[in-house]
C-alpha cells in the first residue's frame, strides 16, 4: 500500500463527504501564493478537528501554530456565537497570511491570531476571559510539545479537550533513541499523558494526503 493510494484515497474521501468550499479553496491559494510551506492538516483532518470541536460544545479554542489559517478556520466554524479562538504563530508572515484568510472567511471577530514564540505568549493567556479554553490544538515547534501540554493543561478545565497533530511521524515516534527533537518532545508529550492520572489520552496513526502520521486525543478529567 503505498503513499500514493493513501492520497487518492483521501481526495476520494474529500470529494463525496465534504461539500465544495471556495472559501477554503481560496486560502489555500492564497497560502501557497504566499509562499508558505503545504503542511496544513488535510481537508478530512480540518473536518475531524471541526467535529471534534462541535462534539465537545467548545465555545473557546486555543491552537498553537496557525501557518495560514487553514486548521484555525476548519475550528473556528464549529463555534457558536460568542466563540472565540486564540492562535498563536511565530513567523510575523504566516499570521499575516492568517489573519487576511481569516477575514475572507469572515472569522475575523472570532479569531485572535497573536504574533510571538508561543512560549511567550502562553503566560498571558492565565488571565485572559477565553481562559480556561475548551479545545486546545497543538500543532506547532514539535520540540516544544512538552511544554506545550504543560501549559495547555494549565489553561484547561476538567473536561476540556486537548489534540496534538504529528504525533507518529512516519513512525519515527516509536524510535527512543532518535536523535531528532521533534520526536524526543512528542515521545516526552505522550509519556507525560500516559503517566497523568488526570488525564484520559489516546493516540491514532493515520494515513493520508499527508502521509502516515497520527493525533493524540486528550480529555481533562481533573
Ligand atoms: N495548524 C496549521 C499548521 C501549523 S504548521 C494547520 O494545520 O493549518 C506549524 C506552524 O507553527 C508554522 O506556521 C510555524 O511557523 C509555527 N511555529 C513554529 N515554531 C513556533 C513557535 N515557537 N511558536 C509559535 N508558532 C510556531
Ligand atoms: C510539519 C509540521 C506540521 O505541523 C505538519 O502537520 C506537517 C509537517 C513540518 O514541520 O514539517
Ligand atoms: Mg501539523
Do not use: C
Amino acid at each position: 500500500m503505498s503513499a500514493d493510494r493513501w492520497a487518492v484515497v483521501d481526495a476520494y474521501l474529500t470529494d463525496t463527504l465534504l461539500p465544495a468550499d471556495p472559501v477554503l479553496d481560496d486560502i489555500l491559494a492564497e497560502s501557497a501564493a504566499a509562499g508558505l510551506p503545504d503542511i496544513q492538516v488535510s481537508a478530512p483532518q480540518g473536518a475531524l478537528l471541526h467535529l471534534l470541536a462541535r462534539l465537545q460544545g467548545a465555545r473557546t479554542i486555543l491552537e498553537v501554530g496557525t501557518l495560514g489559517g487553514y486548521s484555525t478556520i476548519w475550528l473556528a466554524r464549529a463555534l457558536p456565537d460568542g466563540g472565540r479562538l486564540v492562535t498563536l504563530e511565530s513567523e510575523v508572515r504566516h499570521a499575516e497570511v492568517a489573519r487576511a484568510n481569516v477575514d475572507r472567511a469572515g472569522l475575523g471577530d472570532i479569531v485572535d491570531v497573536r504574533v510571538g514564540p508561543a512560549m511567550d505568549l502562553l503566560p498571558s493567556l492565565a488571565t485572559d476571559p477565553a481562559t480556561p479554553f475548551d479545545l486546545v490544538f497543538i500543532d506547532a515547534d514539535k520540540p516544544n510539545n512538552p511544554h506545550y501540554f504543560a501549559w495547555a493543561r494549565q489553561l484547561t478545565r476538567p473536561g476540556s479537550l486537548i489534540i496534538v497533530d504529528n504525533v507518529v511521524r512516519d513512525g519515527a515516534v516509536a524510535d527512543s533513541d532518535s536523535d531528532d527533537a521533534g520526536v524526543q518532545g512528542t515521545r516526552q508529550l505522550l509519556a507525560s499523558i500516559g503517566s497523568d492520572p488526570a488525564v484520559t489520552g489516546t493516540a491514532i496513526q493515520t494515513v493520508g494526503v499527508k502521509g502516515y502520521d497520527g493525533f493524540a486525543i486528550v480529555v481533562v478529567s481533573s
